[in-house]
């Protein structure tokens, strides 16, 4: 079964540097994802992405967060200055087409930052 | 404001017993209703899902009952076993164009042999 690929698994960054997420998403899919899920909380949408631009995007998403799909197949996040609060687990999702199809998720990146 | 109010936190059942997880929702513009399921390092893994057209659908020994009137719906599994011990959390959407998932603070179940 196709599935959302995430790399790294675990990413260990000092407060101040700069990190990229990155996702494959199921090959078909036109809609991605980023949510992210602090340790023992419930899990937070950040943006979606679709034909190239943001569709949306919530309150987490600030400036210090961009997107990008640099080629066919990857979606990367891309955080600026990371602030120790940026310590969470981060998902890549991706559906399939419009209207409220099912939204697949990959296993997380664990992003720590000291 | 908290979108999805989900219960309980947690939850302990034998195997064999029926656990039944609820959320409550305020905004009837949402018109999405699934169920995710997340193992220990895992990411959220798609369960169940339900449209406000109707009041229940089942697949397997999952099923989603919904009240649209009082804008409640619920989870419950079937037969429990002890490989469905995992975190759970229902989520919303909003009719088309908005395709954000807002979901609820998770419940822990814990099936028991």
């Known amino acids: 079964e196709p599935e959302v690929t995430q790399t790294p698994s675990h990413q260990v960054t000092q407060m101040g540097q700069e990190v990229i997420l990155r996702c494959v998403p199921i090959?078909?899919?036109?809609?991605f994802y980023w949510y992210r899920q602090i340790l023992g909380q419930k899990v937070e949408f950040l943006v979606s992405?679709?034909?190239?631009?943001?569709?949306?995007k919530s309150e987490i998403f600030d400036d210090q967060f961009s997107v990008e799909r640099p080629d066919g197949s990857n979606f990367t996040l891309k955080i600026r200055s990371t602030k120790l609060e940026d310590s969470a687990m981060y998902f890549c999702?991706?559906?399939?087409?419009?209207?409220?199809?099912?939204?697949?998720f990959g296993d997380g990146t664990r992003l720590s930052i000291l | 404001q908290q979108q999805v109010k989900q219960s309980p936190q947690s939850l302990i059942v034998q195997k064999g017993g029926i656990p039944i997880i609820n959320c409550a929702y305020e905004?009837?513009?949402?018109?999405?209703f699934p169920w995710y399921q997340q193992f220990p390092g895992k990411g959220p893994a798609l369960l169940i899902a339900i449209r406000p057209d109707v009041s229940e659908k089942k697949e397997g020994r999952f099923t989603i009952s919904f009240n649209k009137s009082a804008k409640q719906f619920s989870l419950h599994i079937m037969d429990s076993q002890p490989g469905d011990s995992a975190t759970y959390f229902c989520a919303v959407a909003p009719d088309t164009g908005r395709r954000a998932l807002t979901f609820g603070s998770g419940t822990r179940l814990q099936v028991q042999p």
């Open positions: 999702a991706s559906s399939e087409g419009m209207g409220n199809q099912p939204q697949h």
């Open positions: 905004n009837t513009a949402f018109d999405y």
């Open positions: 992405f679709y034909n190239n631009e943001i569709s949306e």
């Open positions: 090959s078909n899919h036109l809609y």
